[in-house]
Nanobody
């Protein structure tokens, strides 16, 4: 059974940092593309970042470039999203997702076969 466990969310002040983790079981992250998406209340799910863990190629949404960093620890079968300089507009539920092959765009949620349960990130003073 494939499981993706997202964790690390919380409440943080604007300008603060959080590190999200996506721990995988039933799949080997080295064989997959792992993406992070987020969804704020009343908004559509938005792509944040993606890593092809086999070769380390990464992608970022324009809204998070320079602030967020995606990485993987294949030995721990875990992908991380380091989020710095957080803004109130980053507030959302963050999900990780996995797919073996990205056939079109990394940012298309339809490309991903497996999803984690989400972790809440709230940026507020």
């Amino acid at each position: 059974e494939v499981q993706l466990q997202a964790s690390g969310g919380g409440l943080v002040n604007p300008g603060g940092s959080l590190r999200l983790s996506c721990a995988a079981s039933g799949v080997t992250v080295a064989d997959y593309n792992i993406g992070w998406f987020r969804q704020a209340p009343g908004k559509e799910r938005e792509a944040v970042s993606c890593i092809a863990t086999s070769d380390g190629i990464t992608h970022y949404a324009d809204s998070v470039k320079g602030r967020f960093t995606i990485s993987s620890d294949n030995a721990k079968n875990t992908v991380y999203l380091q989020m710095n300089s957080l803004k109130p507009e980053d507030t959302a539920v963050y999900y990780c997702a996995a797919t073996r092959v990205v056939r079109s765009s990394w940012s298309d949620p339809q490309q991903y076969n497996y999803w984690g349960q989400g972790t809440q990130v709230t940026v507020s003073s």
